[in-house]
């Protein structure tokens, strides 16, 4: 029972323009959300966090926001660059849970030049 | 970069022998965990632990041990490795408890033929 969900496993798009990836989360008791870039033969790379308590967060070219009564948290990436290609994974975690990370399964973005 | 290193960075081994993975960190950080990623799972914690000789176990535990002896080395043991535990792992690091992004090393890996 996946408790947080990234439904499309990849995106593609042109260089310049927006990136949008969602995220999905069943646990009403999650309260801190993030987001992770991955290279191919590299670990995660921490890009941006969420609070329960905020509904948006941004971070130069990468914004976060949160939909609590949905249970979605979206990235967008504006504009989207070559370097920006790589999988991104959003992960949260509860208080209440000792703040033990959960992951999507991620979606893989290719930005074409 | 945070300080983490995991040595070994790739192993290939059989069924039923054991392996022992290490992360070893410079930072002085009291978390450290140990995830597995699989392909449409993202990352799945395996162990975790909040000081020198104090662990606990993640979601996917069953056949994995750790150890920490020291700060900076946090051990993950497969007693008898089998072909299901095929996987990249992953070792993680994180400063306080709390609402704090962890920071990943460069992954391990790990063949079982």
């Known amino acids: 029972d996946q408790q947080v969900k990234q439904n499309s496993p990849s995106l593609s798009v042109q260089e310049g323009r927006i990136s949008i990836l969602n995220c999905d989360y069943t646990?009403?008791?999650?309260?801190?959300f993030l987001w992770y870039k991955k290279y191919p033969a590299e670990g995660p790379t921490f890009l941006i966090s969420?609070?329960?308590?905020?509904d948006k967060n941004e971070d130069g070219r990468f914004t976060v926001f949160l939909n609590k009564s949905a249970k979605h948290l979206s990235l967008h990436i504006v504009p989207s660059q070559p370097g920006d290609s790589a999988v991104y994974f959003c992960?949260?975690?509860?208080?209440?849970?000792?703040?033990?990370?959960?992951f999507g399964g991620g979606t893989r973005v290719l930005v074409k030049p | 970069d945070a300080g983490i290193t995991q040595s070994p960075r790739h192993k290939v081994t059989e069924t039923g022998t054991p392996v022992t993975l290490r992360c070893h960190q410079t930072?002085?950080?009291?978390?450290m965990y140990w995830y597995r990623q699989d392909p449409g799972h993202g990352l799945r914690l395996i162990h975790y632990?909040?000081?020198?000789?104090?662990?606990d176990k993640g979601e996917v535990s069953d056949g994995y041990s750790v150890s920490r002896s020291k700060t900076e080395d946090f051990l993950l043991t497969l007693e008898s490795a089998t072909s299901s535990q095929t996987s990249v792992y992953f070792c993680?690091?994180?400063?306080?408890?709390?609402?704090?992004?962890?920071?990943f090393g460069d992954g391990t890996r790990l063949s079982i033929l």
């Open positions: 992960a949260a975690t509860a208080k209440a849970a000792g703040n033990k990370l959960t």
């Open positions: 646990n009403s008791m999650f309260d801190y």
């Open positions: 969420i609070s329960s308590i905020k």
């Open positions: 930072e002085n950080h009291r978390y």
């Open positions: 632990s909040y000081g020198v000789k104090d662990t």
């Open positions: 993680a690091i994180k400063d306080r408890a709390g609402n704090q992004p962890q920071h």
